[in-house]
């Protein structure tokens, strides 16, 4: 068996290491990863172009579906030929706890002050923002709601309202309805107390409740009616108003989260993807980016950049991020499994 | 007869001859056989009887402490659960900790120990952080010194119970169990208990869809059989027609059709049956209307081809004896179609068992089914001693369902025949 896995082992090495020669061989390109679609062709316009133009040093782009288990196969058998990847947050903690990122080298890097604080972390940079609001069709409502106290007023706003099924958002949701304010809220959370206060606050709104799945059904549900207010990602509403509907967020209470850039353990190319992530870290590259697509830059001067209209959709715009609050992801990687439990145990009685 | 005899006599060599070619045909034939059978043998083994053993042993497998930390492992399955452990484990402990963030072992210890404790991820990560370089120092001490829990009995407690080969925690969790301080089975805190009732609505929306088919299908199936040919073909093709369109476009359309602002609850208003519109999506109805949708072809089929088989001179004859026309079919009819009526059911009801993507679509938050929560540990939380625990037990609910339907199915076809 031993020897069997040896020999598998080292046919696998000859053949992937004639094969990275190959490529090495043919360019000394930077390799780039991302979730592909409109942000990757955004990604073109704004970073990889713009970047080989300026430095020389081409760049390879690549897409993938967040599967965790290929960088981890990479890192393990040593065999690198990525260099830089776009992560979400809780692959970006895993994957720094296994060491599977490079760490960042802030001091080198130095532009950590240049960026939102919770771009900056162990592993990865920021990259771009989006956020989970509070959203209302303009057209169906008296008053326009301001808060999640406003989304737990039945009296005032009759009707059902949409949150994704689901502890994550939904506990962070009640205890800011409940009054908690956003800095505290996953202080609260991590005690027992804590959590029997959401899901007490929860019991109040449970049967005006309508759980949605998929990010495409809140605007929906929206646009049909089916729903008075609802709990959305930024990015699905932005599209809905480009299609002309009167939707419109709150951003008192949203939750925003980041994709990350995280430097594979063991790529080749390690300062030239320090490079790259300084150059797509300015305030102009970020700014060319989030014009493209409505994902918030991380570097807050490149809002300055954007036209009124899509500074105010971007979810780090100075107005928007008053009274916002940063997903904490470590919390969720730590006790999601408990608090989705419960939470289905509750949802289901 | 004596030429017979003398024949057989003269015979007798190359007639044993013959049955020695004959038995050679014979083998030759089989192993032929065995040859066409081969590959597909060769298929369910790996594709049916391999991942099936190892998500049952998933759900009870317990190696990653003691394939990453063996000397601890070892070391603390000695330990007597007083206290803390000795230097031993400590050092121990503290060596291996440091060697497992070469080849993923980290995380996967730091998955496995979060699952009895969910700080241990951020506990494990300080204390790397903090363990010194020289090797000349007290283990207990500096531990000790980097966070205090490693002086707690209920830390070392945690590790002790992550350190067997097996474990039955898994297993426990998906009803509603644990193992509490003193080692004995209870049950969850209220507030987290789950499985048990996720289980019994598998059962009722699985048998309410495979009873609300059969009442469906069967006269459908009678009406193919008995039409004549031409008709019963175009009936048929709209029978097949839903498998060329894809699951989830089916029941996407459902939502469509059911939601309040949708095709029927206009409909219903604009002739006033009803004021406002009902909730027929995101709960039990509509879960009930989409699944019975998708599975009624396979109620039909089976039943239509028994059916067929079925002549009509049997009912006719009772009828023609005098037996009142219901007692015909019930007593004469139904009892042939029997087999018919068992391969639909139980193909219906173990298919709606593992139906996810319907219930998580057209249903709400109480219509999840098992394969949910499979999903869920799979993909999402990367726990697949859980998602393997949940899919072992629904398989044993299963084949125990499947073995008493089998001998109630056996007991009924005796007693009519």
Not at chain 2, 169 to 189: F, H, N, T
Request: glycine share 8%.
């Amino acid at each position: 068996m031993k020897i069997n896995n040896r020999t598998t082992h080292k046919f696998l090495t000859t053949s992937l290491m004639t094969a990275g020669l190959a490529i090495a061989g043919s360019a000394h390109a930077l390799t780039v990863i991302t979730f592909g679609g409109a942000s990757g062709d955004a990604m073109q316009e704004a970073y990889y172009t713009p970047f080989t133009e300026e430095t020389g040093h081409a760049v390879t782009p690549g897409d993938y579906n967040g599967e965790f288990a290929r960088i981890r196969a990479m890192v393990e058998t040593g065999n690198v030929s990525w260099d830089l990847v776009e992560v979400e947050s809780p692959e970006l903690a895993r994957g720094c706890f296994e060491g599977l990122f490079e760490p960042i080298n802030w001091e080198v890097l130095g532009i950590a002050d240049d960026l939102i604080p919770s771009a900056v972390s162990e592993c990865g940079v920021g990259t771009f923002v989006w956020s989970t609001v509070l959203a209302y069709d303009a057209d169906r409502l008296p008053r326009a709601p301001e808060s999640w106290a406003d989304f737990w007023n039945v009296e005032e706003f009759p009707g059902t309202r949409g949150l994704r099924r689901g502890a994550k958002y939904t506990l962070e949701f009640a205890l800011l309805a409940d009054g908690v304010t956003a800095e505290d809220v996953y202080d609260v959370l991590a005690t027992p107390e804590g959590v029997d206060r959401a899901f007490a606050k929860l019991d109040e709104i449970q049967p005006h409740i309508q759980w949605w799945e998929a990010g495409a059904q809140p605007p929906q549900w929206l646009v049909a009616g089916d729903v008075v207010m609802s709990s959305a990602y930024n990015g699905r509403i932005a599209a809905a108003q480009e299609e002309g509907r009167n939707l419109e967020i709150v951003w008192n209470g949203s939750l925003y989260d980041l994709d990350f850039w995280a430097i594979i353990q063991g790529s080749n190319h390690v300062d030239t993807a320090h490079d790259f992530i300084r150059f797509a870290s300015q305030a102009e590259t970020q700014a060319e980016y989030s014009s493209r697509i409505p994902y918030g830059p991380v570097n807050p001067d490149a809002i300055a950049m954007l036209s009124d209209e899509q500074a105010a959709r971007m979810p780090t715009a100075e107005a928007n991020l008053e009274g916002a609050l940063a997903v904490n992801t470590d919390f969720w990687v730590d006790f999601g499994e408990e608090l989705e439990q419960r939470f289905n145990a509750w949802a289901s009685r | 007869m004596s030429s017979i005899t003398a024949n057989h006599n003269a015979d007798n060599q190359p007639i044993t001859g013959l049955k020695a070619q004959l038995r050679r045909a014979e083998r030759m034939k089989k192993i032929k056989a065995m040859l066409l059978v081969a590959p597909l043998a060769l298929f369910l083994i790996i594709a049916f009887v391999m991942p099936i053993s190892s998500m049952l042993w998933r759900s009870i497998d317990n190696t990653e402490v003691s394939s990453v930390m063996p000397l601890t492992a070892a070391a603390i399955l000695d330990w007597d659960g007083q206290g803390i452990p000795d230097e031993a484990v400590f050092e121990a402990f503290a060596q291996e900790l440091r060697e497992s963030r070469a080849g993923g072992g980290l995380g996967r210890i730091g998955r496995r120990l979060n699952y009895e404790d969910p700080t241990f991820r951020s506990l494990l990560t300080q204390t790397l952080r903090g363990l010194p370089l020289s090797t000349e120092v007290s283990w207990t001490e500096e531990l000790i010194g980097i966070n205090a829990r490693w002086n707690e009995t209920s830390t070392w407690l945690a590790i002790q119970r992550t350190a067997p080969t097996v474990t039955d925690r898994y297993l426990l969790a998906a009803l509603d169990l644990e193992r509490d301080i003193d080692g004995k089975v209870a049950q969850i805190a209220e507030n987290q208990r789950l499985y048990v009732s996720v289980f019994q609505r598998t059962l009722v929306i699985a048998g309410g869809v495979t009873l609300i088919c059969l009442f469906l299908g069967f006269p459908l199936a009678y009406l193919l059989a008995t039409l004549p040919p031409s008709k019963s073909n175009l009936l048929l093709i709209c029978v097949l027609l839903p498998f060329w369109t894809s699951l989830l476009v089916r029941t996407a359309a459902w939502i469509v059709l059911l939601q309040s602002g949708g095709l029927v609850n206009s409909g219903l208003m604009a002739t006033g049956i009803i004021d406002s519109p009902i909730q027929l999506v995101f709960n039990r109805i509509g879960v009930f209307f989409a699944m019975v949708h998708v599975l009624l072809p396979f109620m039909i089929l089976p039943l239509y081809s028994v059916m067929k088989g079925v002549p009509s001179s049997y009912q006719r004859a009772a009828v023609s004896l005098g037996a009142h026309p219901f007692a015909a079919f019930w007593q004469v009819y139904v009892p042939q179609t029997v087999s018919g009526i068992a391969a639909g059911t139980i193909l219906v009801f173990i298919m709606a068992l593992g139906y996810y993507i319907t219930p998580a679509l057209v249903g709400g938050p109480s219509d999840q089914m098992v394969s949910y929560y499979v999903a869920y540990y799979t993909n999402t939380t990367n726990n697949w001693g859980m998602a393997a625990a949940l899919g072992a037990l629904l398989l044993v609910v299963t084949l125990l369902l499947y073995m008493v339907y089998h001998k109630l199915v056996n007991q009924k076809q005796l007693v009519r025949s």
